[in-house]
C-alpha cells in the first residue's frame, strides 16, 4: 500500500474518535459501531491508564474494533503500541514524544500512516525529518482523559504553524466538544480528537453528528 496521500489524510482527520475500554460506560464495540454510524472518519485504539486491559485481552478487543473498522471502511489506528499494530496488519500508528523513537517507527511501518504528537516548532521539525503523515497538537482546552497532559495550550501552536507555513495534517485534541471544535478549525487544524465528548455522549451517534457540523462549518 503506497503511502496515505496529504488530502484523503486531511479528509480523515475531521472526525478521529479516539477510544479504549477505559473510556467506555457500554461495551467498545458498541460504541465504536454507534460512533461509525454517527460519522467518524477515523478510528485510534488507545487503551491506556488505571484498568486498561494488556496481552490477550487487549489483542482480542483490538482485533473486534478493527474489524468493525474495516467492515465500515474507516482506517484503524492503534496508539503507541507499534507490537500490536504491526500483528494486526493495523492502518497506522500514533506515537508521542516519549514512545519509541519516530524514525525507528517509520522503519518498522513501511507506509503506514504515522502520527505524532508535537508541542512545538522544533519538535515538528524532528517530526517532519522522521517522517510523519499527520501532527497531533494539544491539549487545546482542558482535558480530564489524559492523567500526565502537558499544560492546556489553546490553539496558539496551531496558529502558529500555518503562521510559519507549515502545511503537515494537524488534528487537534484535549477537551474537544461540539460546542469548541470550529475554534480547532478556525485555527487551521484539518480535524479534531475526540475521547470523552463521543465515548460517553447521552447520544454517541448525536455527538459525532454534531461535530461533525461544527467542523465542517468553518470555511477556511
Ligand atoms: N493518542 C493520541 N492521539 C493524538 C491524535 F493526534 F491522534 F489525536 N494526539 C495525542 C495522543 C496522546 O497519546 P498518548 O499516548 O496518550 O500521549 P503521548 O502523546 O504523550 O504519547
Ligand atoms: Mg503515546
Redesign the pocket.
Known amino acids: 500500500m503506497a503511502r496515505i496521500s496529504k488530502e484523503n489524510l486531511k479528509d480523515a482527520?475531521k472526525v478521529?474518535f479516539?477510544m479504549g475500554s477505559v473510556n467506555c460506560t457500554i461495551h467498545p464495540t458498541e460504541v465504536l459501531r454507534q460512533a461509525i454510524a454517527g460519522g467518524i472518519t477515523m478510528f485510534?485504539f488507545?487503551e491506556?491508564g488505571k484498568g486498561a486491559l494488556i496481552g490477550d485481552e487487549k489483542y482480542k478487543l483490538a482485533k473486534e474494533l478493527q474489524w468493525i473498522c474495516r467492515d465500515n471502511q474507516i482506517p484503524f489506528?492503534v496508539?503507541?503500541d507499534i507490537e500490536l499494530a504491526m500483528a494486526l496488519d493495523a492502518d497506522g500508528v500514533?506515537?508521542?514524544?516519549?514512545?519509541e523513537p519516530a524514525e525507528y517507527v517509520r522503519k518498522q511501518i513501511g507506509d503506514k500512516i504515522l502520527?505524532?504528537?508535537v508541542h512545538s516548532y522544533e519538535e515538528a521539525t524532528a517530526a517532519i525529518q522522521s517522517g510523519a503523515d499527520?501532527?497531533?497538537?494539544?491539549p487545546i482546552f482542558l482535558t480530564e482523559t489524559?492523567e500526565?497532559?502537558?499544560p492546556v495550550q489553546g490553539t496558539t501552536v496551531i496558529q502558529e504553524f500555518r503562521a510559519n507555513g507549515i502545511t503537515m495534517p494537524i488534528?487537534?485534541?484535549?477537551g474537544i466538544t461540539p460546542e469548541n471544535a470550529a475554534i480547532v478549525i478556525s485555527a487551521g487544524a484539518d480535524g479534531v480528537?475526540v475521547i470523552t465528548a463521543i465515548s460517553k455522549a447521552a447520544s454517541i451517534p448525536d455527538a459525532v453528528i454534531e461535530l461533525k457540523k461544527s467542523v465542517f462549518s468553518v470555511k477556511n
Open positions: 482527520l478521529y479516539i485510534q488507545r491506556k489506528l496508539n503507541d500514533h506515537i508521542g514524544q516519549e514512545d502520527g505524532i504528537s499527520y501532527f497531533g497538537i494539544g489524559k500526565d497532559a502537558k488534528v487537534g485534541i484535549g480528537s
